[in-house]
């Protein structure tokens, strides 16, 4: 079977960093952009990769069904290869993906399955228990996302190389929000095997338990897990400082972005945005990037609901060292 065609082909990656001058006059602020990517999000690039992995390895032929546990972004980049090589689309989700994003998997021809809680404890392992079972059926795939180390070598390969490319070097600090941790450890090994001391920083929203903590509900789709995916165990040591952003100032941050600098951008977007705009202002010297995987247009219910504002309650979350994190990754844990 014939490789897919480049990622410049499909309208994937060299996407743009902007500087957020007005966002963050006293620091140095960049926002690289990434639902300017064909399917509208990073996760083209994930797809491309993993798509054309498969393809490599003799895994995949015309007839069969790829399945995978997904947030949409991925589903909806997935759909499109998958349409291209003449391969079904199931995608797994839950009822805490936003109503845009299922229009938009069945506009991409995938099919949708929502996963129900029923026996198990939360959303995210309803989908993989349900991954599991169908990615053994004949002629199914499960690439499982979670654990694929080339969805996280798209990012190395791919983002992390064009940030170095398009700041000629001249990148500090790195904040991305984390969901399987692909694409911020994919950045990390792109940016600290030409600059050791580039700082990478990963942020959760509050009520996800990636760095432990409580749990509880969360707006922030995408980005989140109840514990380490199996590509943080194995990577997480990339990973040099963590924070925790609740839904109310990513989304204050998304607003604010849009009118500043005319952004508009995802919630999880938001946050990393949020925790960047903190550090670059706290040291002008340091040249800061945040990832904006996807854009506004997804989540417009949400960005346009109850949370609308106010002063005051929108706190700065504190950054904390990951050391103590490492100390609890298990790096053996086996690829999916
Ligand atoms: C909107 C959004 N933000 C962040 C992420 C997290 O990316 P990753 O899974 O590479 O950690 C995702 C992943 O699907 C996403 O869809």
């Given at each position: 079977?014939?490789?897919?065609?480049?990622?410049?082909?499909?309208?994937?990656?060299?996407?743009?960093?902007?500087?957020?001058?007005?966002?963050?006059?006293?620091?140095?602020?960049?926002v690289?952009?990434?639902y300017?990517?064909?399917?509208?999000?990073?996760?083209?690039?994930?797809?491309?990769?993993?798509?054309?992995?498969?393809?490599?390895?003799k895994?995949?032929?015309?007839?069969?069904?790829?399945?995978?546990?997904?947030?949409?972004?991925l589903?909806?980049?997935?759909a499109?290869?998958?349409?291209e090589?003449?391969?079904?689309?199931?995608?797994?989700?839950?009822?805490?993906?936003?109503p845009?994003?299922?229009?938009?998997?069945?506009?991409?021809?995938?099919?949708?399955?929502?996963?129900e809680?029923?026996?198990?404890?939360?959303?995210?392992?309803?989908r993989?228990?349900?991954?599991?079972?169908?990615?053994?059926?004949?002629?199914?795939?499960?690439?499982?996302?979670?654990?694929?180390?080339?969805?996280?070598?798209a990012h190395?390969?791919?983002t992390?190389?064009?940030i170095?490319?398009?700041?000629?070097?001249?990148?500090?600090?790195?904040?991305?929000?984390?969901?399987?941790?692909?694409?911020?450890?994919?950045?990390?090994?792109?940016?600290?095997?030409?600059?050791?001391?580039?700082?990478?920083?990963?942020v959760?929203?509050?009520?996800?338990?990636?760095?432990?903590?409580?749990?509880?509900?969360y707006l922030?789709?995408?980005?989140?897990l109840p514990?380490?995916?199996?590509?943080?165990?194995?990577?997480?040591?990339?990973?040099?400082?963590?924070?925790?952003v609740?839904?109310?100032?990513?989304?204050?941050?998304?607003?604010?972005?849009?009118?500043?600098?005319q952004?508009?951008?995802?919630?999880?977007?938001?946050?990393?945005?949020?925790v960047?705009?903190?550090?670059?202002?706290?040291d002008?010297e340091?040249?800061?990037?945040?990832i904006?995987?996807?854009?506004?247009?997804?989540?417009?219910?949400?960005?346009?609901?109850?949370?609308?504002?106010g002063?005051?309650?929108?706190?700065?979350?504190?950054?904390?060292?990951?050391?103590?994190?490492?100390?609890?990754?298990?790096?053996?844990?086996?690829?999916?």
């Amino acid at each position: 079977m014939q490789g897919l065609n480049s990622l410049e082909s499909y309208g994937i990656g060299t996407t743009p960093i902007h500087l957020a001058k007005a966002l963050c006059p006293i620091g140095q602020l960049y926002v690289k952009l990434e639902y300017v990517n064909v399917t509208g999000s990073i996760k083209a690039r994930t797809a491309h990769y993993i798509v054309s992995d498969l393809i490599q390895r003799k895994k995949i032929k015309p007839g069969m069904t790829i399945v995978e546990s997904t947030s949409g972004n991925l589903g909806i980049a997935l759909a499109l290869f998958g349409r291209e090589i003449g391969v079904s689309v199931v995608c797994l989700v839950d009822q805490t993906i936003p109503p845009r994003k299922i229009q938009r998997l069945r506009d991409a021809q995938a099919e949708v399955r929502l996963v129900e809680l029923s026996v198990h404890p939360d959303f995210r392992t309803a989908r993989l228990v349900e991954a599991c079972r169908l990615g053994k059926l004949a002629d199914w795939i499960w690439p499982n996302q979670y654990g694929n180390e080339a969805g996280m070598f798209a990012h190395e390969e791919t983002t992390g190389s064009e940030i170095w490319e398009a700041l000629l070097g001249n990148v500090d600090c790195v904040v991305g929000t984390l969901g399987t941790g692909g694409t911020l450890c994919g950045i990390a090994r792109a940016l600290k095997k030409r600059k050791p001391s580039v700082r990478i920083v990963a942020v959760e929203p509050c009520g996800s338990t990636i760095f432990g903590g409580i749990p509880s509900t969360y707006l922030s789709v995408g980005a989140g897990l109840p514990e380490a995916s199996p590509l943080l165990h194995r990577h997480g040591y990339l990973i040099d400082s963590f924070a925790k952003v609740s839904d109310v100032l990513a989304i204050q941050t998304c607003h604010t972005l849009a009118r500043l600098e005319q952004l508009y951008v995802g919630i999880t977007s938001g946050a990393a945005i949020a925790v960047a705009t903190q550090l670059a202002a706290s040291d002008p010297e340091q040249i800061v990037v945040a990832i904006a995987p996807d854009g506004a247009e997804n989540y417009e219910d949400i960005l346009h609901g109850e949370f609308t504002g106010g002063e005051g309650v929108f706190d700065v979350s504190e950054v904390h060292d990951a050391t103590e994190w490492h100390r609890i990754l298990r790096p053996q844990e086996s690829a999916t």
